[in-house]
C-alpha cells in the first residue's frame, strides 16, 4: 500500500514542484498566479498522500511539529530508487507551451486518477480525493481556456504540436501502476487501474488537440503510439528533443535523467546544513 | 461624476481638506502624473521582488514552508497585477507599455530588487527586513493618501504583507535559535541587506517635495526610516546578531539608535539600473518576456486587455487645464 500511495505522492509533490519553476516568468501576470495557485494546489495534495503514508505505519499526523518533518523526510530524503514518480514529472520543461501541454494532460489524468479513488475503502483517502477533485476542476478549467485560445492562432498551434512531440512520449509512463497497485486493487483502496485510463486519456487528448491533427501537425493517437510525424519544421526548433521516455514498463521503478538534478536543487538548502530546522 | 478644479490652489485645498481623488476626475497634470509614477514603481517593485525571490522558490526547505512561500509569492505578483490596473487608469500608460518600459530598463523599481538573493539566508533577510520596510511606506501612505483607487487597493496589500513580515520573522527567529551555520548563514545575509533596506526609504525628504504636499506620501521618509532602525536594531542584536553599521550608537539623551552617516551612492547606482544585479535581472526579464510573445500576441483580440481595453489618454486629452 505504501508505494501506491508514494507514487501518486511523488507525481503530485513533482508536479507542484516543476509549476513553482514557472512562477514570475509567465506570459503575463495572471499565468504568474495561475502557476503559484496549482502548484500550491499539488504541493497540498502531495503531502496529505505522504501522510495517509505516515499513518500507515502508525505516525499520528494531526500535530504539524510532528508531521512536517516526517513528511519532509518522505518528500525529500529517500534514496532515488524508492521515488515511483513517472517520467513526465520528473522533466524540466524549457519552454512554456511545454509547461502548458504537460499541465493540460497531468491535470486530465490526475482528475480520472482520484475518480478511481472516490469510493475508496480507505477512507481519509476518499475524502482527500473530494477536496481534490474541487480543485482538479479549477485547474482543468485554466489550461483549457488557454488552449482553445492558443489552438486558434497559427504561430501559437506550430509551438504547442512541437511542445506536444516532446511530452506525448512521457505519457504512457504516466499511467504505468506501480507494482503494489495490485494490493491496492485486491483491498477496494481504488477501484481500477491507472494502467486502464491511457485509452481514455489519449482519446480525450485527441478530441483536445484536434486542431492540431487537422493540420497535419501530429497524427492521430499520438499519445499512445510514440513520436508522432509532421511535415511542418518544429517550433521550437533550436532545440535537441531529450531522449525517448517512451513507455519503459519498469513500474515506475526507472528515474529519468532530471531526476537527480532535480532533487539536488530541491534539497540544496537542506543539505546546506542537515540538522537545522527552517 | 467627474469633478473638477480652476486652479492648483483649489485642487490642493481640497486635498488639503482630506479630499480623495478619483480616476475619472479632472486632477491636474502634475499631480496625475507624479501619483502615477508613484503607483507604477510600486507596480514594478512587487514583480521585480518576486524575481528576486523565484530564484530560491524551488529550493524552500520543506514541503509545506514551500506551500507558504508560494502563497506569499502569489500574494506579491496579484499586488502588481492590481497595481499595475491602478496606474493604467491614470491613462499615461498602458500596463503592456509599463511592463515593457520596466523591460527596457526605462523605468524604475526599488533599490533592493536590484541585488541578487544568493543565499536562502538572504530570501528570509528579504522576507524580514525589505518587506517590513516596505510595509511601514505603504501603512504611511494608506494614512493618507489622497488618490482614492490606491488608498483602497493598499488596504488589502497592506493586510496581505502583515502576513509575510510574520512569515518572514518566523523564519529568522528559527534560525537565530538555530545551529552555527545557520546563524552564520542569517549574519552574512544581514552584512548584505541591511543597507539596502535602511536605503529603501530614500534620503531626508526634501521641504518641497511635492509628493508629502499633495498627500501622496503623509511621512518624511527620515521618520519612516527611523521607525525601521529603531524596531530592527534593538531586535536583531536581541537575537545576538551583529547590525553591519561600523558607527551605531545608542543616544542615551534621544533614548534612540544611530546608524551614523549613510552612503547614498549605492541607491543613486540602482536609480541608474546600475546596482549590482540590475543588468542581470532587466536582462533576465526582458528575454523571458520576447520569449512568451507569442503567447500574448495568440491571445491579443486587439485590445490591451491590460488596461481593460479602456483608452484613458484620450480621456487625459480632454481634460480642462488646471
Redesign the interface.
Same mark, same amino acid.
Given at each position: 500500500m505504501r508505494e501506491f500511495l508514494l507514487a501518486f505522492a511523488d507525481d503530485e509533490h513533482l508536479m507542484g514542484q516543476q509549476h513553482t519553476e514557472w512562477i514570475g516568468v509567465a506570459p503575463f501576470l495572471e499565468e504568474d498566479l495561475a502557476f503559484s495557485s496549482i502548484g500550491q494546489d499539488e504541493l497540498g495534495h502531495a503531502a496529505m498522500l505522504y501522510e495517509l503514508v505516515l499513518e500507515l505505519n502508525g505516525l499520528e499526523t494531526s500535530d504539524p511539529a510532528i508531521s512536517d518533518p516526517a513528511i519532509d523526510k518522505l518528500a525529500f530524503g529517500r534514496s532515488s530508487s524508492d521515488y515511483r514518480s513517472c517520467h513526465l514529472v520528473e522533466y524540466s520543461t524549457r519552454h512554456w507551451s511545454e509547461a502548458l501541454v504537460r499541465h493540460w494532460i497531468y491535470d486530465t489524468f490526475e482528475e480520472l486518477r482520484w475518480r478511481l479513488l472516490i469510493d475508496s475503502t480507505m477512507t481519509p483517502l476518499a475524502s482527500v480525493t473530494s477536496k481534490a477533485l474541487r480543485e482538479e476542476a479549477f485547474h482543468r478549467r485554466h489550461a483549457n481556456a488557454l488552449l482553445d485560445k492558443l489552438l486558434e492562432a497559427p504561430e501559437a498551434r506550430a509551438r504547442i504540436a512541437a511542445a506536444l512531440k516532446v511530452i506525448a512520449p512521457m505519457v504512457p509512463g504516466l499511467c504505468e501502476p506501480v507494482a503494489g497497485e495490485a494490493e491496492a486493487l485486491a483491498e477496494g483502496v481504488t477501484t481500477g487501474s491507472i494502467a486502464d485510463l491511457l485509452e481514455p486519456l489519449t482519446e480525450a487528448a485527441n478530441r483536445r488537440f484536434a486542431q492540431l491533427i487537422d493540420c497535419g501537425l501530429v497524427t492521430t493517437g499520438f499519445i499512445g503510439g510514440g513520436i508522432i510525424g509532421g511535415s511542418q519544421t518544429d517550433a521550437n526548433s533550436s532545440d535537441t528533443n531529450p531522449q525517448d521516455y517512451s513507455h519503459a514498463s519498469s513500474g515506475r521503478t526507472q528515474r529519468s535523467e532530471f531526476f537527480d538534478p532535480l532533487m539536488t536543487r530541491m534539497r540544496e538548502v537542506l543539505d546546506y546544513d542537515p540538522t537545522a530546522v527552517w | 461624476m467627474a469633478r473638477s478644479w480652476e486652479t492648483m490652489q483649489e485642487f490642493e485645498a481640497f486635498l488639503n481638506e482630506g479630499g480623495l481623488v478619483e480616476a475619472n476626475d479632472d486632477m491636474p497634470d502634475p499631480y496625475r502624473q507624479a501619483v502615477f509614477t508613484f503607483i507604477e514603481m510600486h507596480a514594478n517593485s512587487e514583480?521585480m521582488g518576486?524575481?528576486t525571490e =523565484?530564484d530560491w522558490?524551488?529550493?524552500?526547505?520543506?514541503?509545506?514552508?514551500?506551500?507558504a512561500v508560494?502563497?506569499k509569492?502569489?500574494d506579491e505578483?496579484?499586488h502588481?497585477?492590481l497595481l499595475?490596473m491602478v496606474a493604467a487608469d491614470l491613462g499615461i500608460k498602458t500596463r503592456t507599455q509599463m511592463l515593457e518600459d520596466l523591460f527596457a530598463g526605462r523605468s524604475r523599481f526599488h533599490n533592493v530588487f536590484h541585488y541578487r538573493a544568493v543565499t536562502?539566508g538572504d530570501q528570509v533577510a528579504i522576507a524580514f527586513l525589505v518587506d517590513a520596510a516596505a510595509l511601514l511606506s505603504q501603512q504611511a501612505v494608506f494614512k493618507n493618501c489622497s488618490y482614492g483607487p490606491y488608498k483602497r487597493i493598499l488596504r488589502r496589500i497592506i493586510a496581505e504583507e502583515g502576513f509575510h513580515m510574520r512569515l518572514g520573522e518566523d523564519?529568522m527567529m528559527?534560525?537565530a535559535e538555530?545551529?552555527p551555520?545557520?546563524r552564520q548563514?542569517f549574519q552574512e545575509s544581514l552584512n548584505r541587506w541591511f543597507w539596502p533596506a535602511l536605503q529603501l526609504f530614500g534620503p531626508d525628504s526634501k521641504p518641497d517635495d511635492v509628493l508629502l504636499r499633495w498627500h501622496i506620501k503623509s511621512e518624511r521618509n527620515e521618520v519612516l526610516r527611523d521607525r525601521w532602525v529603531q524596531k530592527f536594531v534593538p531586535m536583531l542584536t536581541g537575537y545576538g546578531f551583529t547590525v553591519p553599521a561600523s558607527e551605531l550608537r545608542w543616544d542615551d539623551e534621544t533614548r534612540r539608535w544611530d546608524v551614523g552617516p549613510i552612503d547614498w551612492a549605492p541607491l543613486e547606482r540602482t536609480l541608474a539600473q546600475g546596482g549590482p544585479d540590475s543588468t542581470r535581472r532587466i536582462a533576465e526579464a526582458a528575454d523571458?518576456w520576447q =520569449?512568451?510573445?507569442?503567447? =500574448?500576441?495568440?491571445?491579443s483580440d486587439g485590445s490591451d486587455t491590460?488596461s481593460n481595453g479602456v483608452d484613458h489618454a484620450s480621456h487625459m486629452a480632454a481634460a480642462a487645464p488646471v
Open positions: - | 514583480l518576486g524575481l =523565484r522558490i524551488p529550493k524552500t526547505p520543506g514541503l509545506r514552508h514551500k506551500m508560494l502563497a509569492t502569489q505578483i496579484g502588481g497585477h499595475y536562502w523564519r528559527r534560525i538555530g545551529t551555520r545557520q548563514m523571458n =520569449r512568451t510573445a507569442w503567447v =500574448r500576441a495568440a491571445l491590460a
